[in-house]
């Protein structure tokens, strides 16, 4: 009997996920597609009430974009490494936080076209966020 329960759960989570996949809105869909022709392993997530984000890979790198419901684009962040960020970057992040341990770094561009970077650095048992104007002035949230 519980292997009847722990079967039928299964289901019910597996169809809870290909349905949830399946609640992207078409315009999104179609916005995405247009903007990153190509693109393969697209896996949707929704952000907020009306906010999408894709995750994927296109040209052989791996990138997220967020998307409105109404199919408008609103970002897109890849991944890069530490040596690729803007040296004024690197010095704003070295003078502050130089002894912590690098997580991950990615470039964020915006519809409005603006650029930022994110840092992840680990702090004691935490993941913490930093994000850099391409000037090096670090942002607060």
């Given at each position: 009997m519980k292997?009847?329960?722990?079967?039928?759960?299964?289901?019910?989570?597996?169809?809870?996920?290909?349905?949830?996949?399946?609640k992207t809105p078409a315009s999104v869909i179609d916005a995405f597609k247009n903007k990153f022709p190509n693109a393969t392993v697209v896996k949707w997530d929704k952000e907020n009430a009306h906010e999408y984000e894709a995750s994927f890979t296109w040209n052989g790198s791996k990138f997220s974009s967020n998307f409105s419901d109404m199919g408008?684009?609103?970002?897109?962040e890849s991944a890069i490494t530490f040596d690729q960020l803007p040296e004024k970057v690197k010095q704003?992040?070295?003078?502050?936080h130089k002894e912590e341990k690098i997580k991950a770094v990615a470039?964020?561009?915006n519809s409005k076209g603006q650029t930022k970077y994110e840092v992840e650095v680990k702090k004691m048992e935490k993941t913490i966020e930093l994000f850099y104007n391409t000037d090096g002035t670090e942002l607060k949230d």
């Open positions: 292997k009847f329960y722990f079967i039928s759960a299964a289901l019910m989570a597996a169809q809870t996920l290909i349905f949830a996949q399946t408008e684009w609103l970002e897109t704003t992040f070295n003078k502050g470039k964020i561009e």
